[in-house]
């Protein structure tokens, strides 16, 4: 399947399920801040982060840099978010294959992508800056060590840090609550016994709530938190934007994590996705996910 549109059609689902109370929280913290505020963005994808701290207001004046291991996510973000402010009425230009400046609807943001390994890339940096977003990343990597590395790249500054998931995922219908129940255990444990090349641990199915504690031990001061699930569901029949992509996606995703599982049989497993498959053709898959987003205060 395609990473790039699927990333694409994650963009309003996550619209939708980040928590309005923690961004609010955030906009109130850095009010007084003197511009431009600097916000490094870590797994920054296509640069989705970017244009909504854009578009919702985050801050008057934006100094971001995204950092992405993906060369096309990188490029295809840099299209993206052109193309946003030429549809939007706004200027901007670009300043090199991942850099530029815009301005819309009295804000300004200059940019910069690396296409880089975001632990090797922070390793080196020499920069400091005042928010720091790690979005739909905290899950996938080993919290004591990361948020070590997110407090040093901020200190005294912020952490926005979203869709933190958190151990509950929802197919519905469910016409075989044994399987289902069975398969989902599965796809969660492969979370718990992921590991990064070197054999440490990389994210966990309770990331969520094991994030209080991992973020005490940093001394970080935790500021708001709050739930933001992804709930994804058809309206008549038709699902919005294109979330039906981003639900086969997800299928896929399950699919693949469980389906050389010796407790089920690869068959089981395929057709079970192509049941799923089925119900998104006819707009009956309602998809749940359990997430949580922090704003925290990083140490001095």
């Excluded at 399947?1 to 609010?24: C, G, I, P, S």
């Excluded at 990361?146 to 929802?170: E, I, N, Q």
């Excluded at 987003?293 to 001095?300: S, T």
Aim: charged residues 20%.
């Amino acid at each position: 399947m395609d990473f790039l549109r699927y990333l694409d059609a994650k963009e309003t689902v996550d619209d939708r399920a980040l928590n309005k109370d923690v961004w609010q929280a955030l906009v109130d913290a850095v009010a007084a801040r003197p511009g431009p505020l600097r916000v490094l963005d870590l797994g920054a994808g296509a640069g989705a982060m970017l244009r909504r701290l854009w578009r919702w207001g985050l801050h008057p004046h934006l100094d971001y840099t995204g950092v992405d291991r993906n060369p096309d996510a990188v490029t295809h973000g840099q299209a993206r978010t052109l193309a946003w402010l030429r549809a939007h009425g706004g200027q901007g230009q670009a300043t090199g294959p991942a850099s530029g400046y815009g301005a819309w609807a009295g804000r300004t943001v200059r940019w910069q992508s690396h296409c880089a390994d975001a632990a090797e890339w922070l390793a080196q940096a020499r920069a400091r800056w005042d928010v720091v977003v790690a979005h739909a990343f905290l899950d996938l990597v080993h919290l004591p060590t990361w948020l070590r590395w997110l407090a040093a790249a901020a200190p005294g500054g912020w952490g926005y840090l979203t869709l933190v998931f958190d151990g509950v995922t929802v197919f519905e219908p469910v016409p075989d609550p044994d399987l289902e129940a069975r398969l989902m255990a599965l796809y969660h444990r492969s979370m718990d016994e992921r590991r990064t090349a070197t054999g440490a641990p990389a994210g966990h199915s309770q990331s969520g709530r094991r994030l209080f504690a991992a973020l005490r031990a940093t001394g970080a001061r935790i500021l708001a938190v709050g739930a933001s699930d992804w709930v994804v569901h058809a309206t008549d029949g038709r699902y919005p934007a294109d979330e039906a992509y981003f639900l086969a996606y997800i299928v896929e995703t399950v699919r693949q994590a469980v389906r050389e599982h010796p407790a089920l049989p690869t068959a089981t497993v395929d057709a079970w996705a192509a049941q799923r498959r089925e119900h998104i053709a006819q707009g009956t898959l309602v998809y749940m996910a359990h997430q949580l987003d922090f704003l925290v205060r990083w140490p001095a």
